[in-house]
């Protein structure tokens, strides 16, 4: 399945929201491998630029240098993990839409809408989005720590 992260995954790989949340975000990783899903990456994202600049940065520090090439070994580089959009896949997000996203997420929901036809969806921590009107719009929005707990429990 393809999933779209927002930048959430990075905070937490990066130790920014606690040791917990940095090894469970690991371990998710690990699982996606593991499993047949993919991760959506639309070229030129704010996903993609925050990638670059966590991976960038955990060069400075053991534990993250460690996850952050295993990562970047076993998912980015990897094209069976990544389903690559690139600008022109996708489309402008429809205005009933866009009022219920904050303009810097609007991406997200541009990708989401190339892969929903794949049973894709968006994982997110964004208290700003509209959860309960976008689900009534027959989208599928999920909210980071379910996702995680359900996800982890998932048998390979």
């Not at 630029?49 to 980015?76: C, H, P, V």
Request: with cysteine.
């Amino acid at each position: 399945l393809p999933i779209v992260f927002d930048e959430w995954i990075f905070h937490d790989l990066s130790g920014e929201n606690g040791v917990d949340k940095q090894e469970e975000t690991f371990d998710l990783l690990v699982k996606l491998f593991r499993i047949c899903d993919r991760i959506v990456m639309l070229d030129d994202s704010p996903f993609v630029g925050k990638w670059y600049e966590f991976y960038a940065n955990a060069q400075n520090d053991l534990n993250r240098r460690t996850m952050s090439n295993y990562i970047n070994d076993i998912i980015f580089t990897n094209d069976l993990k990544i389903y690559k959009l690139a600008q022109e896949d996708i489309k402008p997000i429809p205005k009933n839409l866009a009022k219920l996203v904050p303009a810097s997420d609007q991406y997200l929901i541009q990708s989401y809408l190339k892969v929903k036809n794949k049973k894709g969806f968006v994982v997110t921590t964004d208290g700003k989005w509209n959860h309960k009107k976008l689900l009534n719009k027959s989208m599928d929005i999920r909210i980071r720590d379910d996702f995680v707990k359900k996800y982890l429990k998932k048998d390979l």
